[in-house]
């Protein structure tokens, strides 16, 4: 203990007296600019290793532009460097921050797309080995058919592409998909049906399918323990795989919308981020939209996940542009960290009006389409509903009741409407406090259909 204690002295004695200590507001200053470094390091990481059309200028124009604050304010003046391997593909995007510190780095791994590495974390020292990827696009076996174009439709697409649904908005793409045909789509300049975005929380509505096809296999129960708490006397175990989905576990989050910077952009790993919060109201009886919910139920079934690894699912429904990313010790983030097409987005969204067939195969459990619509949990305020993974526009004019769709941050959403075997998928990057009025769009779009 003496020697502990003398040990800090000496370690006290050595460091200089400006850096004992420091404000908070410095604190959050400091880690502000590190979490900034994160976000622009796993962006370009990303979205440069998903496409080789993207360039740097692009991300920047694009992903990184009109950000959330403080953020947006850093990023801009942050430089960066990356390394590419003997073969020209990417391995990692490095952003210095601060001169005490190593660089924010994102690296890449084969078929897993990037992961944020710790702050502080050096810079990796191996050469990614990358495998041949066999290039699908244009194959009408795999990418949707372009052959039934409706022209009132293409201009309900085009439309979008300005700001008729919302000031401020920025679309990117647009497919619009009725009986497994393209009936329209829109593109910004530099974008295409094949161009791969990231889908924020678009991921959750991707994270129930994956639940969903672990139950038709017999390796999940939604109505089962998702496991949480530290043993059977925790009341936590009573928090189902069910409740996680429909954002009614009861766990506290420290933010609306619990806003996961530490997971997104810090580094940190889902076992550190989204578990262990403490239940404030009996599981089901609350709605309170959590990121951390879907985190845990994705966690619920990763034993699945050897044999059936998330890529195995995009693979079957013919979305390969799709990547499930991972927090940097290999635990997926399925919460918003998926990278993928608006031609993926279209197939994803015609296995529900398929009853989770494909190919005539059984993907998903009969009726699943019914229970991630079904608002059957605590419901949220506001016009939309919510059912498991997916939101339900089941109360908004001119768009039928049935209709439900997966929605993401800056404007990501893939509408599904069954009673008219419909589709639609929208892109975005909208800044911060630009709305696009996804219901206005979906009943223009439907009306350009029946005429």
Not at 136 to 165: C, F, K, Q, S, W
């Amino acid at each position: 203990m003496i020697r502990h204690a003398l040990a800090a002295t000496a370690l006290l004695a050595a460091t200089p007296l400006a850096a004992q200590s420091t404000t908070q507001d410095e604190l959050d200053a400091r880690y502000d600019r590190a979490l900034a470094a994160g976000y622009k390091a796993l962006f370009l990481c990303s979205a440069l290793s998903g496409d080789a059309a993207r360039s740097d200028t692009s991300v920047e124009d694009y992903e990184l532009a009109s950000i959330q604050e403080p953020l947006n304010a850093i990023v801009p003046e942050l430089t960066h460097s990356i390394s590419r391997g003997s073969d020209g593909g990417l391995n990692y995007v490095a952003v210095p921050w601060d001169d005490d510190m190593s660089p924010r780095v994102a690296a890449y791994r084969q078929g897993k797309g990037c992961a944020l590495l710790p702050i502080g974390a050096a810079l990796p020292d191996s050469e990614v080995v990358r495998s041949t990827r066999i290039d699908r696009v244009g194959d009408p076996n795999v990418y949707p058919l372009r052959d039934a174009i409706a022209p009132a439709t293409t201009r309900a697409a085009e439309a979008a592409l300005g700001e008729d649904y919302g000031e401020g908005t920025r679309t990117t793409a647009v497919m619009v998909r009725q009986d497994d045909r393209t009936r329209g789509e829109a593109y910004a300049q530099g974008y295409d049906a094949d161009l791969p975005q990231r889908t924020w929380s678009v991921a959750k509505s991707l994270a129930a399918t994956l639940i969903g096809a672990a139950v038709q296999r017999g390796e999940a129960d939604v109505a089962a323990s998702a496991g949480l708490g530290l043993d059977d006397s925790d009341p936590r175990r009573a928090i189902t795989i069910d409740h996680l989905l429909r954002m009614a576990s009861g766990r506290y989050s420290d933010t609306p919308g619990n806003r996961t910077d530490p997971l997104y952009f810090g580094g940190a790993t889902v076992g550190e981020v989204a578990l262990d919060w403490p239940l404030l109201n009996p599981p089901g009886t609350i709605y309170r939209y959590a990121n951390n919910d879907t985190l845990a139920a994705v966690k619920a079934i990763e034993e699945t996940f050897e044999k059936h690894p998330p890529a195995g699912l995009f693979e079957t429904l013919g979305m390969h542009s799709t990547v499930a990313e991972t927090d940097w010790q290999g635990d997926y983030i399925l919460s918003s960290q998926v990278w993928t097409s608006s031609a993926d987005l279209a197939r994803f969204g015609q296995l529900y009006l398929d009853d989770g067939m494909r190919n005539g195969a059984r993907i998903l459990p009969e009726g699943w389409i019914d229970y991630v619509s079904t608002p059957s949990g605590p419901q949220p305020d506001g016009p939309l509903g919510y059912g498991a993974g997916f939101w339900l526009l089941n109360n908004s004019e001119g768009v039928p009741a049935d209709t439900f769709a997966a929605m993401g941050n800056r404007g990501q959403f893939v509408v599904i409407v069954p009673s008219m075997n419909t589709v639609i998928v929208r892109r975005g990057e909208d800044p911060p406090g630009a709305r696009f009025d996804i219901a206005a769009f979906t009943r223009d779009v439907l009306v350009s259909l029946r005429n």
